[in-house]
């Protein structure tokens, strides 16, 4: 092991997996995780527990989707490479299959504005993606274009997808749009929900460009 490449990511792509049943967003070995590591990615191999998994198991991939190693990458590599080519902005993607964001997306419904805290996937909502077999192209080419302006997205019939510049956003950001989701369709129950406008919303984006420990941001 004293020669594998990226060990430190490795062991992060392994925590972060880890978290996904504890954190409430995922069940059994649905799901998957990447991060970005050098030239290409690391992701989690298909079909494998998360709890048993090793350094070596996690699988290095160019973004063209060639792998080396023993194991094979998740079934969804395609749409983790092509997020992390055309996204220069994102290093760190979890897809998951949490209860709530996969009930609202079984219905094809993204997110609106009903709350501020939509914002956190980067607009004025969160988009579901239509819905195409998993693993293949046009389900990535649908991810692709729903994450346009975008760090998180629904996948219609399918489940979320959450990015972020490290894992650790990536997941609170999974864990962030399964609560709206949830919330979401508590306000339902009682009625189609007020929705923010987009200058509200616009405002909204703009203060969360300086929210949190920022030492660069005025005060």
Same mark, same amino acid.
């Given at each position: 092991?004293?020669?594998?490449?990226?060990?430190?990511?490795?062991?992060?792509?392994?925590?972060?997996?880890?978290?996904?049943? =504890?954190?409430?967003?995922?069940?059994?070995?649905?799901?998957?995780?990447?991060?970005?590591?050098?030239?290409?990615?690391?992701?989690? =191999?298909?079909?494998? =527990?998360?709890?048993?998994?090793? =350094?070596?198991?996690?699988?290095?991939?160019d973004l063209d989707g060639r792998c080396e190693g023993d194991w094979l990458p998740s079934s969804e590599w395609r749409f983790h490479c092509d997020i992390l080519r055309e996204r220069p902005d994102l290093n760190a993607i979890v897809h998951t299959h949490a209860v709530h964001a996969t009930a609202l997306a079984c219905h094809g419904r993204g997110i609106p504005p009903f709350h501020y805290m939509?914002?956190?996937?980067?607009?004025?909502?969160?988009?579901?993606?239509?819905?195409?077999t998993y693993g293949t192209a046009e389900l990535s080419a649908n991810a692709v274009?729903?994450?346009?302006?975008?760090?998180?997205?629904?996948?219609?019939?399918?489940?979320?997808?959450?990015?972020?510049?490290?894992?650790?956003?990536?997941?609170?950001?999974a864990v962030e749009v399964e609560t709206l989701s949830a919330m979401y369709i508590k306000a339902l129950q009682l009625g189609p929900p007020v929705e923010l406008d987009d200058a509200e919303m616009e405002t909204v984006l703009e203060k969360f460009s300086t929210y949190g420990q920022n030492p660069g941001r005025e005060r």
């Amino acid at each position: 092991m004293a020669g594998l490449r990226f060990l430190k990511l490795r062991r992060a792509a392994i925590a972060a997996a880890q978290q996904l049943g =504890p954190l409430g967003i995922n069940q059994g070995n649905s799901g998957n995780v990447s991060l970005r590591a050098g030239d290409g990615l690391l992701i989690t =191999p298909t079909g494998m =527990p998360y709890d048993a998994l090793t =350094p070596g198991q996690i699988v290095w991939m160019d973004l063209d989707g060639r792998c080396e190693g023993d194991w094979l990458p998740s079934s969804e590599w395609r749409f983790h490479c092509d997020i992390l080519r055309e996204r220069p902005d994102l290093n760190a993607i979890v897809h998951t299959h949490a209860v709530h964001a996969t009930a609202l997306a079984c219905h094809g419904r993204g997110i609106p504005p009903f709350h501020y805290m939509v914002a956190a996937g980067g607009g004025r909502d969160i988009r579901c993606a239509p819905y195409a077999t998993y693993g293949t192209a046009e389900l990535s080419a649908n991810a692709v274009r729903a994450l346009e302006g975008r760090r998180a997205c629904l996948l219609a019939n399918h489940g979320l997808i959450a990015c972020g510049c490290t894992l650790n956003e990536a997941l609170a950001l999974a864990v962030e749009v399964e609560t709206l989701s949830a919330m979401y369709i508590k306000a339902l129950q009682l009625g189609p929900p007020v929705e923010l406008d987009d200058a509200e919303m616009e405002t909204v984006l703009e203060k969360f460009s300086t929210y949190g420990q920022n030492p660069g941001r005025e005060r």
